[in-house]
């Protein structure tokens, strides 16, 4: 049983740093460029990563 709690943590931990490193990987201006095209999802990515450091 331990041994699959270990292996779920594991997974989420690779999981979040994954998903972390592709938000700071976006570039600012090309968001900034999509978000004035009217892209709402770029919208809502720039709002997260212009605070990187709290990612």
């Known amino acids: 049983m331990i041994y699959l ?4 943590l594991l997974s989420l931990s690779a999981l ?3 998903l972390t490193n592709g938000l700071l990987g976006l570039s ?3 968001l ?4 004035k ?7 809502r990515i720039y ?3 212009k605070r990187g ?3």
């Open 47 to 49: 709002a997260v990563r």
């Open 5 to 8: 709690i270990i292996v779920l």
């Open 37 to 43: 095209l009217g892209d709402r999802d770029a919208g």
């Open 28 to 30: 600012s201006t090309e």
């Open 53 to 55: 450091n709290l990612l």
């Open 16 to 18: 979040f740093a994954a």
């Open 32 to 35: 900034e460029r999509k978000m």
